[in-house]
């Protein structure tokens, strides 16, 4: 059993984050890698992104919104619990270099995913702007430790609750206007945002990394589900991901592909929560 050894609930309950016991992972793993998560022997398999490590306790961190059946799941088990099963680090870690100014992007979820990645630019020598939106203030996540991760942090909320009133490709434009050595924007978190994220950088000619979520089973490269296309190839996120070119993703397939077993899934996590209720 891989032990849950803190848990605490963000987003008014919405997100979840447990801190997991799990040396080896702890040691190996890198900004952008995942694991592939199992609470039980019946249970899904569920790959989530490491959002922090801590190698002297030997523990990782990872961050995730209650949306079906399986994340109802994970959302139940209290600290001193566990997950029958923790697999990785998995996937392609992210490729750190001094590049001079660069700007992390990340929404909703996506924030956790970001988190390691913008701590790991700074601590390179970059100079790291950090844009971090979600709908309102109460459902944003770890702002205290992105602006920690960061040179200046920028706040975006959809309804004006706080920080800027608007989304994050708003700011994102506006520092990519006032400052044309940007040479690296990573943005990560729900597919229309950064759909609109890359095609505002390729409008202004800078690279953009985006990681990819598509539907996942077994993270090593043999089911092909999580494919995707990149650049008119397919590639697979679990094994060439799952950060890849944002301005060569097939976007609009990587939301079809997303939606394919979405009733599925309310059925599912519906049955769920009726179970559980008794």
């Known amino acids: ?8 609930e963000m987003a008014e309950g919405t997100v979840i984050l447990n801190e997991i016991e799990a040396p080896l992972i702890a040691k ?6 995942f694991v592939i998560l199992k609470a ?4 899904e398999r569920i790959p989530l992104t490491i959002a922090d490590t801590d190698t ?9 919104m209650i949306v079906g059946k399986s994340t109802a799941l994970f959302s139940t088990l209290k600290e001193g619990e566990g997950y029958m099963d923790v697999i990785g680090p998995l996937g392609k870690p992210t490729h750190i270099e001094k590049l001079g100014k660069v700007v992390c992007v990340g929404g909703g979820t996506g924030v956790a995913v970001l988190h390691p990645i913008t701590r790991a630019l700074k601590e390179i020598g970059n100079h790291v702007f950090c844009v971090i939106g979600a709908r309102n203030r109460d459902l944003l996540i770890l702002e205290e430790k992105m602006k920690a ?9 959809d309804d004006g609750s706080y920080g800027h009133h608007g989304f994050v490709t ?17 943005a990560i978190g729900p597919v229309p945002m950064m759909k609109a994220c ?50 060569e993703v097939d976007f609009d397939e990587l939301s079809l592909r997303l939606r394919a077993y979405v ?16």
Request: aromatic share 6%; glycine share 12%; net charge neutral.
């Open 1 to 8: 059993m891989f032990k849950i050894v803190k848990r605490q």
């Open 28 to 33: 190996k793993a890198k900004p952008g890698q």
């Open 40 to 43: 039980n022997e019946t249970g």
């Open 56 to 64: 002297e306790k030997g523990t990782i961190t990872i961050i995730f």
């Open 149 to 157: 991760a960061s040179h200046e942090l920028l706040v975006c909320t």
């Open 170 to 186: 708003d700011v994102l434009k506006d520092l990519l206007t006032k400052n044309d050595d940007i040479k690296l924007v990573v």
């Open 198 to 247: 890359s095609g505002l950088t390729k409008e202004f000619g800078v690279k953009t990394l985006v990681s990819l979520n598509p539907i996942m089973v077994d993270g090593t490269g043999m089911c092909g589900g999580c494919r995707v296309t990149v650049g008119g190839k397919t590639k697979f996120a679990c094994v060439d991901g799952p950060e890849f070119d944002g301005h």
């Open 263 to 278: 009733e599925d899934e309310k059925k599912s996590h519906e049955c769920f929560l009726e179970k559980i209720k008794g």
